[in-house]
């Protein structure tokens, strides 16, 4: 089984060179820490910045630089501020190769629900609609299962969603899966977790061919 | 052309009970705070408010939302305030939640005489109910209407008696688009200097956009989430 | 009867202290120079500039620097620099208070034709059509009858449209008329031009109210 | 991130006969003359080329419409240039034109995820021809598309290896906007720079937005319209 750390450094296998990337909270904001020393990425904060660098030290944080978790920054060479209509133009035209983001929720045929509890307080969507309507490499960082132990991978979602048939990829503490015809494909498998475990633990369409692989992180 | 004004009490003149306000930033960084604090003083509410978010419960639009000014929200995203949340689960207030994409270009074409636009944000959602879709491509969008204020209240880094603008860094977020949709446009700045002394090329906000400028006496610039690393030693 | 200069001077009187103002190429270009000195406006030009100065001394030209007839300009202090959607932003916007163009006919309803003439080249609108859609404030500033001293204020205009029901004034050599219920309101006739001379160079609907004063330009 | 190719030459590699090309430029001022010369080099043909202007006889876009290169332009004005007269009326040469401002909208929109959106321009006269018309405010609109392209080719002022671009004066025009629309976009600029040395808060179009970039030779920087004024003495 993967912690949060194992599930950020598989997807920061994902990563290619000259890639923009944006990162949600959470879990996504990791993948940051684990990006391949040979391969140069961009991280995009839709907030408008591309070029973000680590946190600043302690008495250098600027009140005009944070993310788009409202957390203080810094900048790195080759970096450029930008307005939020500017910011979203490079989410909506399909400039950033890769997003990847939490969810509460994802159907067998890539709806994604991750915004909204009805009866909870709202506190609304963000930029998280515009993100998963546009992006073409959509990757969902999350646990398999919520607290309560049920599946998040499900036939259909139950919560109001943030967008549909648009996640492309599932990496869980127990799976990568892809979504493609026929539901959710099992690629990869978490260190000791089974197939039947993961099988047992998805509500949604899994199609299950060949050696499932264990995903490596080393 | 001298858009100066004395103070955040005369740039918000006008300002009555009712109207929408477009106020600029993304959480509390390049929010309009001297603006902010005069309307808390002024006898106006039932506000619509068009802004990113709306502040935490003690500073930005918590203040306003303390007093029971607004009436309205039209907001992206509305965590870390609880009055908020009181006031909105109480009927107290309406919110009206938008895509960030959405917003940020719904302003901009409010103020570029662009009465509506397809996107792809949000359609399958709650957010398309109502809403016109039209495929383009293949693809389904929505359409979107532009975003007007009856004031346009707008943060910079520095200014011109021009009304021209430069913001510095993630400041800038949300405030070059309202200021041009704003029926009447008001910039506070950190620094007002005489005109000829920002280079034209490096504008982010031409001064036609704004009406009304001034320089606030001191910005707070409270951090909401202060995050560091630790020097290696 | 004005000469082009008196246009360009009737037209300045129009003209109010903190003004934004886009000038067309022609007669327009020169109300610039008759701006009341008690007063200060700003000339945009579409190609992404606002604060305009004169043309540069012999030597300074710079070739980044030029106005939509591509004539080397200055900028002055105030002056600012933006991409031609930033432009047209402000145009659509109805950011600009006066826009001033001439034309080759403009109908009583206020329709007006200033860009293409069937059968011969065809230059393009440039932006006029952006502009005349958008202003709420359009003086047109044209001689009243062309070279072969036909009328160019119409009934309707012969030729392909530029925008309709747009413009609000029209400033010739003759008068200076608005554009109302009916037709076009003879406001003032110029120097030495009598009434009767205007009705018979105009083919549109002509109304003429009370007394025309005469055009004072000193 | 680094961008840089060796020249123009390798910039323009990929540009195929048929494809679709945005070129910047306001007449002569901000056009990428080394990419244009490279194109001219280059056995490329049937082009269709969306640039605000035509260049002249024997600069910028005349280049390639002298070789015959062109076969549609999509323009918003297209005077100064006997050889693209000639064409046009011979019928050789294809000539879509759009209001200026459209056109522009038109480009931007194209790089931002915007499929359409509704303008005033050009209601009740030609362009409207075969165009939505929607009424918004009780004003007449048209749906106007958005414009990409296989290839913008663009030129600034400055600019560094990850493609972040500073333009100088109003040679900034359709630039910035067609470095968002091209599915490959090429920057040639005047002078590159190492990473950091651009203030990233004056940037104007963020590297994103560029695939390649190189610092062109030299530049001619033709003047078309040489208007001075006299020394008061």
């Not at chain 1, 036939?155 to 127990?174: D, E």
């Not at chain 2, 300002?15 to 604090?37: D, Y």
Request: glycine residues 12%; negative net charge; hydrophobic residues 40%.
């Amino acid at each position: 089984m993967l912690d949060k750390i194992g599930i950020a450094k598989r997807i920061a296998q994902e990563l290619q060179d000259g890639w923009y990337v944006n990162l949600g909270i959470g879990i996504p904001t990791l993948i940051a820490n684990y990006v391949p020393p040979e391969i140069n990425v961009e991280f995009q904060s839709e907030n408008g910045i591309l070029g973000m660098g680590p946190f600043p030290y302690a008495g250098e944080e600027d009140a005009d630089l944070i993310n788009a978790g409202k957390q203080t920054i810094t900048s790195l060479p080759g970096a450029s501020i930008f307005d939020s209509d500017t910011s979203f133009a490079m989410i909506r035209g399909q400039h950033i190769q890769l997003t990847v983001l939490g969810a509460m929720e994802v159907s067998d045929r890539g709806d994604i629900a991750n915004w909204k509890i009805p009866g909870r307080m709202v506190k609304g969507m963000g930029g998280a609609m515009d993100l998963v309507a546009s992006a073409d490499n959509i990757i969902v960082a999350m646990m398999h299962t919520n607290k309560r132990g049920q599946s998040k991978l499900l036939k259909q979602c139950n919560l109001p969603l943030t967008g549909v048939r648009c996640v492309k990829r599932v990496v869980t503490n127990l799976a990568v899966l892809d979504i493609g015809p026929g539901g959710f494909h099992l690629r990869e498998r978490a260190p000791g977790v089974s197939v039947e475990d993961i099988q047992a633990a998805t509500e949604g369409r899994l199609i299950i061919e060949g050696d499932i692989p264990e995903i490596r992180t080393a | 052309m001298n858009k100066v004004v004395s103070g955040a009490a005369e740039a918000i003149r006008g300002v009555e009970s009712g109207m929408t306000l477009m106020l600029g930033g993304f959480g509390l960084c390049g929010i309009p705070e001297n603006c902010i604090a005069a309307l808390v003083n002024a006898n106006v509410n039932d506000l619509t408010c068009i802004s990113n978010n709306a502040g935490v419960d003690d500073f930005g639009l918590g203040l306003l939302l303390q007093k029971r000014q607004i009436k309205k929200m039209i907001s992206s995203y509305v965590g870390e305030n609880d009055e908020f949340e009181r006031q909105m689960l109480s009927g107290e207030l309406e919110v009206d939640l938008i895509p960030q994409g959405s917003l940020a270009a719904r302003c901009r074409a409010g103020g570029s005489g662009i009465p509506a636009f397809y996107t792809p944000a949000g359609y399958g959602t709650e957010v398309a109910e109502g809403k016109e879709v039209r495929y383009f491509n293949g693809k389904p969008h929505l359409l979107e209407h532009a975003l007007t204020a009856d004031f346009a209240i707008v943060k910079a880094w520095k200014g011109d008696p021009y009304g021209n603008l430069v913001y510095k860094g993630t400041a800038r977020n949300f405030n070059p688009l309202m200021a041009m949709a704003g029926k009447i446009t008001i910039a506070e700045v950190e620094e007002l200097v005489a005109p000829g002394e920002l280079d034209p090329n490096t504008i982010h906000t031409p001064g036609i956009f704004v009406q009304r400028i001034f320089q606030g006496p001191q910005y707070e610039k409270r951090i909401e989430q202060r995050t560091t690393r630790q020097r290696e030693s």
